[in-house]
C-alpha cells in the first residue's frame, strides 16, 4: 500500500530534550515536506526536500532541522525543543519536481513539550 | 506573495442540503488550486485539483469545485451533504514555481 508513515504518532517529551519525528515514504517520490498544523494557522511549511541531499527552509524552520540522505526518508530534528513546538506535525510527499499533483500526507505526529 | 482565505471557520449543513465551503485567493500568475480533507486524528487527503480547463471540477466521495477567475474563488460543493463528510477542509493555492500555500481550514459539520 503507498503510504507516508510518521513516527511517534504522540509524543510528550520535555523543554531542551532532543527528539527526531521520523518519515518514510514507499511511493519513490522526490519530493518531501515538513508542516506543523495550529488551530486558527493552518498548515505552515517547515521545511522541504526537493530530492536526496537537496533541503530548504520553508515559513516557520526557526527551531527544526531535517536531512534527506535516502529517497525515502526526511527525519524532523527538534535539537532543543521548547513549549512553542507543542504542535500536529505532517509529513508530505509527492512525485517530480514539478508541483503539478497533489501531496500523500502522513497520519501526523502530536507533540507536546512541557 | 501567494495567499489563500478560508472566511469560514465551521460550515453548519443539515444532511441531504447542499454544501458550499468557501475560498478566494490571491495570485500573481495562474493558480494552481487544490482541496484537502481531513478527518479526526489523520492526515490530509486530496479531494480535488484544478489546474486548467473547464472550470467545474470533480473530485472524490462526490465532492466538485468550480473555479471562478474573476472573483478569485474556487468554492467547494456537494449536492446533497452526508453525516460522514463532517471533517476540516483545507484549501491551498499555488502559481507558477512557488510553494503550495493552505488555508486555515474549514470545520464541516453535518447534521442528521
Known amino acids: 500500500e503507498a503510504q507516508v508513515t510518521q513516527n511517534p504518532r504522540y509524543l510528550i517529551t520535555v523543554t531542551g530534550k532532543k527528539l527526531t519525528v521520523t518519515c518514510s515514504q514507499n511511493m519513490n517520490h522526490e519530493y518531501m515536506s515538513w508542516y506543523r498544523q495550529d488551530p486558527g494557522l493552518g498548515l505552515r511549511q517547515i521545511y522541504y526536500?526537493?530530492?536526496?541531499?537537496?533541503?530548504d527552509k520553508g515559513d516557520v524552520p526557526e527551531g527544526y532541522k531535517v536531512s534527506r540522505k535516502e529517497k525515502r526518508n526526511f527525519p524532523l530534528i527538534l535539537e532543543s525543543p521548547s513549549p512553542n513546538q507543542t504542535s500536529l506535525y505532517f509529513c508530505a510527499s509527492r512525485p517530480g519536481q514539478v508541483d503539478t499533483g497533489e501531496l500523500f500526507f502522513g497520519e501526523g505526529s502530536r507533540l507536546t513539550v512541557l | 506573495a501567494q495567499s489563500v482565505a478560508q472566511p469560514e471557520d465551521q460550515v453548519n449543513v443539515a444532511e441531504g442540503n447542499p454544501l458550499t465551503v468557501k475560498c478566494t485567493y490571491s495570485v500573481s500568475g495562474n493558480p494552481y488550486l487544490f482541496w484537502y480533507v481531513q478527518y479526526p486524528n489523520r492526515g490530509l487527503q486530496f479531494l480535488l485539483k484544478y489546474i486548467t480547463g473547464d472550470n467545474l471540477v470533480k473530485g472524490s466521495y462526490g465532492f466538485e469545485a468550480e473555479f471562478n477567475k474573476s472573483q478569485t474563488s474556487f468554492h467547494l460543493k456537494k449536492p446533497s451533504a452526508l453525516v460522514s463528510d463532517s471533517a476540516l477542509y483545507f484549501c491551498?493555492?499555488?502559481?507558477?514555481?512557488?510553494?503550495?500555500?493552505f488555508g486555515t481550514g474549514t470545520r464541516l459539520l453535518v447534521s442528521p
Open positions: 491551498a493555492v499555488r502559481s507558477g514555481f512557488q510553494k503550495l500555500v
Open positions: 526536500s526537493m530530492n536526496v541531499e537537496v533541503t
